[in-house]
Each structure stands twice: as structure tokens, then as C-alpha cells.
């Protein structure tokens, strides 16, 4: 055995102290391929074959304990969960021995030779051993087959067949003890209930190659399945959702995006280069390795690290997995599947061993730290590492875009905004009223004169009597009935509310069948604005009770409709290329914007900036747009439009790329807008500065095609931090959280069918939940059949 070896350092930088080689041995025989096992407190491995040997991480003083009983090279190995007593089984061709391993330490203190007990013999070549949660039974993987082992009564409990190739691994399920699940070489999982030996589940096959590892989350109720290719599967375990694939992860491309993301980053301050492991492999791209076998995963303890400490990690709370692969060890983020942080055996050149035929990592310990277990693939050495994960994290880079980055905003306008101008320009203009008053208030010293009719007090007149009410179908200034009042009341909108999941009302919105295009409640709940297909758009009351307001001019299939602050108006766009507004109250047309305004037809437009502007987009820009709406009535003059609109500025996106979709708020006052483009970027604009404030390249795998914001309620209140969180959604890559000061992705969601049609998202008032449409018709409040659905809480 050598000494405990460690990288050498050449300066006090962190870098160089990330991984420690703590144990290193020769053994006679090779132990590629074979089940490893990392406690909290022990290694264990095949020495020379058939001894099993044990190595204390906390105390490496301590003697390694040999034990020996077996007649066949070792093949598997595990602990227990349990911490008294430690139990450690081990597996070969001839037997499976289960140890104490407080026992046999205290055999060899006096001199005695530690004996195990033998569970059951001659199984054939084990492959992977698994306690369940309380140490009752264990579960070994001979074959085709699942032996499920009792251990106090050392009987056979039950045995699991169905799998057409060797299974390669087997993980109990934490939160249902009868459940047992297995991966094997035929590329499928398996649902057992192993104490009635029966077949819960079984999965079609999922990749070409064999699946090697498999982790259950017990945090998210999540099964992790890894395969020799370096794919990375991970299905819901949920008691409703029937094992749905939740999304596929490539470890190589993975790798590849972590790469960019170091690159592309720009470090505040930065050690000497050649102090940083080495990532020429990564950044080049030629050398990395074609396919990256998942050998092992195992929880990954990156919460503990102090938040100081995580510049580059997004999430403190999300769950991180690590994964054991024959170049390097990779930590994933469960919440948004991005790599938090790669460490490739071959850039620290120190360490013994370059390519791994065997990983286990014990992921849940103190002081930040892990500890991983090797064998080398091509020789006979197995070392012990030790991962500081502090020194790991903080030797990532931090970006510094998007610290300053907030959409409630942190001061006043600046003079050079465009906004400024533009509110300064409104309030230097004057109404001809008020010019003309002004001109009047020059004259003075003149005679008082009455200029309109004194009333008078009433006292010598004849009482007026009304001989005639006409009866209209004017409502009275747009107020409702007391009914309507009574339903929907300006009351707190309760935080910990339930989801709406009954289906309370189902309505057609036209006789034949009519895509909805667009919804959108007004701010005040009260009424439901639709745009459809055939040209029209629709304002229901919030129930989809009484007859609707219909608004007709459009030529062309209604894209967006968007309600004012104030909800007086309502602004529609078109697929004819134009933008109108139009009055709540009346259903008339109060302003139109066609091609003379716009270089090109208009995609989209909403109100901004507490109805003090209107953006709209067309082709790589947005518009900053000052209206003005005439509310005089003249019957005189009411065919002349008296509202007009100025444009006042103007953003492209970078590389002039088509826009998809832009998001502002106007609840409040904001100065961001969120655009993104045709070739899968976000970019952040800071209409304060009057420019473009960040760019976010490669955010999904396909255009994004809606941008939604957490823009809060007047009926609720949130933290303000999380008026900074933004979804984004794509055909067919799922929906994802972003976080506008870190710019990063928090959170994945996918499992949900949108494969071909642009399915849309929003935000709950209080901000907990996000709800998205799916091809499934599992959720939906508008379809393409033109019914609208209206889900109340139970």
C-alpha cells in the first residue's frame, strides 16, 4: 500500500486542493467492473480477488480490516443504511456473505479471524447488491433474476423474473417499502412488488445501449436511470403519473454546454492559468470522449455548501446527483438538468488513476466534502479520493451579467431614457383647453361678466314632473349588477390557496369549430378577453355567464389580445398585420395601426408602463410607442379620428434575428423587456439605458415562442425577489424558470405532450404555480375546437 498522496500546489490558490488522493493500492487481481461501496464513514472494496477489504474515511490511521470468506473473485459490494449495526454484504460466484462490521473490527483486535454469514450460494455472477431502507432484506441481482434475501431468517423471500438480459442494478423505494425497482441489459426498467413477487411496471426499451446505474430521488419522487452511452433517463415516481418519462438528459452534450457556459463567462477576478484544471479537452471539443458510461449516481450534498460559496450554482435548494463516469465525476442539477460542475480524472495529472472501470461516491457528508472510490478500467489500482466541494464550487466562474438586473426598478428614470423623453414631451404638451384658458388669463382689470346661464335656487318655479322615461339598452357606464359584484369582489386572493382542478363551465365560442387563439383575464378578474381565429374577438364575464362583447374589423386570425391597467381598453393584433385598440366599454374601434406605422406587419403588442405606453414587435425590433386615445364624443366629427400614436424608440435583437415573443410588465412600473428570437436566444433590454443588458444563447433546443412573466397580482402579495422569475416555453423542449439576476435556469418542466402546436403558459396570481397547455387535454382552458373550459378549486 502507498502513503496518502495529494495534488501538489504550488500557491494557497483553492483550485489545486479540490481533490486529494487519500488511499491508494495495488491489488493482485483487477476490479473493473465490479459493484463498489462508499459509506459515511467506510470504503470498501475487492482486494486481490476474493478479500474484501475496508478502509475508515474519518480515521485513515485506523488499520484496513481484510475480510476473507469467499473462494471467487468479489463482484458486488454494499453497506447497509443502518448505522447500528453496519452491515456490509458482499457477493461472488460461489456466495453472498452478509458482515458486521463492528463485530468482525473487534474479532481482529483479539487476534480471531472474522467470519460472515453466509446468505445463499452458488447465484452465478452477481452484478449489484442492494439493502432495503431498514436492513431487513437485501436484494441480489443474479442474472436475469432477483433474488430478494431475508436476512435474520437467511431464506429466500422471493425471486423476480422478467428481465431478458443480466440485471446491472436494483434500488428500493424509500417512501413504499414493497417497491423494488431494476434496470437491466435489456434497456428497460422494472416496478416490482417484492414482497407479493409480482410485476408492477414495466418500461419499453429506452436507448440502444445497456442501462448500468439507478438513483432514486426521494425528494422529488424521481428514478434516475444512466446507460453506457452516456444517456441519463429520469421518470416521475409520483402516485398519479404512471411512471412518465420526465426528460432525457445527454451527458456528452451536457458536457459540451458546460464547456461554453466557462467559456463565454466573463470572471471579475481569475487565478494564474495554469493553477485552474485544465479544460483544453472540453473547450476544444475533439478530445472529448464519444461516449461517457454512467456508472454510478449518488446524491450529491451541494446544499451544505455555504451560499457565499455557490457564485455559479442556482439553486440552493434543489437536489444534485452526482454521477460516476470512466472520465470524471459530474454533479447535476435535478431542478433544471444543467451540470453544476465537471472534474475530469486526466486534468489533475497527480492522480493515479485516468480512466475509471468502477465509481461509487458517497455524496452525504460534513464539512463539505465527498469522498469517491475508483478502479482503474486498463490496471489493477483502486484509490480513494476525497472532493472538497467548497474549493470545487468556488473555483467555477461567476458571471457577473444579470447581478444588477431587476424588474422592479432600483432607481428613478434617467434623463437619456427614452421613457423620460417621452413623459417629459406629454406633460409639456397642453390640451387646447388649457391653451386656450391661458390666452384668456392674460386680460385683466376688465368687467365681471357671466358668460353662462346662473341657476336658479328653484323657489318661485313650478315643480317639474316627468312625463316620459325612455327605456334604453345602454348599461349604465359600463358598471355591472349587484349579482356580478357579489361573485367577484376585490377581496385578499388567499396565498395557500388550492389548484383549480374541478371543471366548472364549458362554453363553445362559435357555432363552428374556431381555434382560440389568446386569452387573457383583465386585472380586476371580472372579465375574459379571447381572440379567435375567425377574425373576431370575444369578452366574456369571468364566469362565461350572459352574452359576449364582439369586437370585428381584423382581417386575419386575432394573435394577442392584451387589456390596460385600467381596464378601459383592449388591444388586439392580427395576423393581417395590425394593431388595435379599442374601447372596453363601447366595443368601438378607438385607434388603428397598420403598415404605414410598422417596416413590418405586427406580431405582437401589449400595454407598458401603467398604460403610459404600447410595445409592439415586428421583425427584429420593438417599438416603443406614445398613443394618445380622443374619449370627446362629437357626432359631429365622430368619423374623424382624433387619437393618434408617435413612435418614440426602437430596439433590434442581436444579429438583427427575427423576435418570437417579448414580455414587459405593466402592473407597475419596469424598465426590462424580454424578447427572444428565431435562433433560440433570450435577450434582456433596459429601457432605462436605452439598450440591450444581456443575451442568453442556446435557452432552448427550439425557438422559444412565449415569454411569461411573474408579474404578481393586485388581489395577493410576494416577495419581491420573485418578480424577477420568468418562464419560457418551445414546441417540443418543455418549459423552463428562469431567474432574470442570475440568468440561469432554475427549473425544467417536461413530461407534458408539445410536440407540434405552440401550447401556451401562465403564471398563478400568488406565484406558486405554473399552469401550460398539452396536446393530451390535460390541461385547458381555450382549445383549438374553439371551447373555452373554466376549472374552479375544489
Avoid at 82 to 99: F, K, Y
Avoid at 276 to 304: F, H, K, N, Q, W
Amino acid at each position: 500500500m502507498e502513503e496518502p498522496q495529494e495534488i501538489s500546489s504550488t500557491d494557497d490558490s483553492c483550485v489545486d486542493d479540490i481533490v486529494i488522493e487519500k488511499y491508494l493500492v495495488e491489488s493482485k487481481e483487477p476490479a473493473s467492473h465490479v459493484q463498489l461501496a462508499c459509506g459515511v464513514q467506510h470504503c470498501a472494496f475487492p482486494l486481490d480477488g476474493n478479500q474484501l477489504c475496508i478502509w475508515n474515511t474519518e480515521d485513515p490511521s485506523h488499520q484496513r480490516l481484510i475480510l476473507r470468506g469467499h473462494q471467487q473473485p468479489i463482484t458486488a459490494v454494499v453497506f447497509g443504511n443502518t448505522a447500528n449495526p453496519l452491515l456490509i454484504c458482499s457477493a461472488s460466484q460461489d456466495c453472498v456473505i452478509m458482515w458486521k462490521l463492528d463485530e468482525c473490527r473487534e474479532k481482529v483486535l483479539e487476534g480471531l479471524t472474522p467470519r460472515g454469514t453466509v446468505m445463499r450460494t452458488l447465484l452465478g455472477k452477481v452484478l449489484c447488491l442492494r439493502f432495503c431502507p431498514d436492513d431487513r432484506v437485501v436484494a441480489a441481482c443474479a442474472g436475469n433474476k432477483i433474488l430478494v434475501l431475508d436476512v435474520e431468517s437467511l431464506s429466500t423471500s422471493a425471486e423476480l423474473e422478467g428481465h431478458r438480459g443480466p440485471v446491472t442494478a436494483a434500488e428500493f423505494c424509500a417512501w413504499r417499502a414493497r417497491v423494488l425497482v431494476s434496470v437491466s441489459e435489456d434497456r428497460s426498467f422494472k416496478v416490482w412488488d417484492h414482497r407479493l413477487g409480482s410485476l408492477i411496471y414495466s418500461s419499453s426499451v429506452l436507448t440502444a445501449s445497456p442501462l448500468l446505474s439507478l438513483f432514486i430521488d426521494e425528494d422529488s419522487r424521481q428514478l434516475v436511470t444512466g446507460s453506457a452511452d452516456g444517456q441519463l433517463w429520469i421518470f416521475s415516481l409520483g402516485e398519479s403519473h404512471h411512471y412518465r418519462c420526465v426528460t432525457h438528459v445527454d451527458l456528452k452534450k451536457k458536457t459540451e454546454s458546460f464547456s461554453t457556459r466557462r467559456v463565454e463567462s466573463q470572471l471579475c477576478s481569475l487565478p494564474e492559468e495554469s493553477q485552474l484544471p485544465s479544460t483544453d479537452g472540453l473547450e476544444r471539443g475533439g478530445e472529448i470522449e464519444v461516449e461517457l458510461p454512467v456508472l454510478s449516481l449518488a446524491p450529491c450534498a451541494l446544499s451544505l455548501v455555504p451560499s457565499s460559496e455557490r457564485g455559479f450554482v442556482s439553486s440552493e435548494n434543489a437536489s444534485c446527483l452526482w454521477i460516476g463516469s470512466s472520465a470524471g465525476l459530474f454533479i447535476l442539477n435535478l431542478a433544471n438538468f444543467e451540470l453544476e460542475a465537471v472534474l475530469r480524472y486526466k486534468d489533475f495529472r497527480n492522480l493515479s488513476i485516468q480512466v475509471a472501470g468502477s465509481c461509487a461516491v458517497m455524496g452525504k457528508t460534513g464539512n463539505h466534502m465527498a469522498f469517491c472510490l475508483l478502479t482503474s478500467l486498463f490496471g489493477s489500482q483502486v484509490a480513494v479520493l476525497e472532493i472538497r466541494l467548497a474549493c470545487l464550487v468556488r473555483s467555477l466562474p461567476r458571471p457577473n451579467v444579470g447581478k444588477d438586473l431587476s424588474v422592479l426598478p432600483r432607481s428613478g428614470v434617467l434623463p437619456t431614457s427614452p421613457l423620460y423623453f417621452a413623459l417629459v414631451e406629454e406633460k409639456s404638451t397642453k390640451p387646447a383647453s388649457q391653451k386656450q384658458s391661458a390666452v384668456r388669463s392674460v386680460v385683466k382689470d376688465q368687467p365681471l361678466v357671466f358668460h353662462s346661464r346662473v341657476r336658479s335656487s328653484g323657489y318661485t318655479s313650478a315643480p317639474h314632473v316627468t312625463m316620459f322615461l325612455p327605456k334604453t339598452n345602454i348599461k349604465n357606464n359600463g358598471k355591472r349588477s349587484s349579482k356580478c359584484k357579489n361573485n367577484y369582489k376585490c377581496k385578499e386572493y388567499p396565498s395557500e390557496s388550492p389548484l383549480p382542478t374541478r371543471l366548472s363551465k364549458q362554453l363553445a365560442v362559435a357555432s363552428d369549430p374556431t381555434a382560440v387563439c389568446c386569452l387573457q383575464f383583465s386585472d380586476d378578474g371580472r372579465r375574459l378577453a379571447c381572440g379567435l381565429a375567425n377574425h373576431l374577438s370575444l369578452v366574456f364575464d369571468a364566469d362565461l355567464s350572459g352574452k359576449p362583447a364582439v369586437f370585428s374589423g381584423h382581417d386575419g386570425a386575432v394573435s394577442t389580445v392584451c387589456w390596460s391597467h385600467d381596464g378601459r381598453w383592449l388591444l388586439s393584433t392580427s395576423q393581417d398585420g395590425t394593431l388595435r385598440v379599442w374601447s372596453a366599454r363601447r366595443t368601438e374601434l378607438a385607434l388603428c395601426l397598420g403598415e404605414g406605422m410598422f417596416p413590418r406587419p405586427v406580431q405582437s403588442a401589449q400595454f407598458y408602463y401603467i398604460d403610459a405606453f404600447i410595445l409592439s414587435s415586428s421583425g427584429p425590433e420593438f417599438q416603443l410607442l406614445k398613443y394618445h386615445v380622443d374619449t370627446c364624443k362629437d357626432d359631429l366629427r365622430r368619423y374623424k379620428q382624433k387619437s393618434r400614436c408617435k413612435a418614440m424608440f426602437s430596439l433590434r435583437m442581436t444579429d438583427a434575428v427575427e423576435m418570437t415573443s417579448f414580455s414587459a410588465v405593466n402592473d407597475f412600473y419596469s424598465y426590462i423587456v424580454l424578447t427572444a428570437g428565431r435562433n433560440r436566444t433570450l435577450e434582456v433590454f433596459d429601457l432605462n439605458v436605452g439598450r440591450s443588458a444581456a443575451l442568453i444563447a442556446g435557452a432552448h433546443s427550439r425557438p422559444v415562442h412565449q415569454i411569461c412573466q411573474n408579474k404578481g397580482s393586485s388581489f395577493t402579495s410576494q416577495q419581491s425577489q420573485v418578480y424577477n422569475l420568468f418562464a419560457t416555453t418551445a414546441v417540443g423542449d418543455g418549459m423552463r424558470l428562469w431567474d432574470l439576476r442570475t440568468l440561469r435556469c432554475e427549473r425544467r418542466f417536461e413530461g407534458h405532450p408539445s410536440r407540434g402546436y405552440p401550447c401556451r403558459i401562465a403564471f398563478s396570481p400568488c406565484g406558486r404555480y405554473v399552469a401550460c397547455g398539452a396536446e393530451d387535454r390535460h390541461l385547458a382552458t381555450a382549445t383549438l375546437d374553439g371551447k373555452l373550459q373554466l376549472f374552479l378549486a375544489e
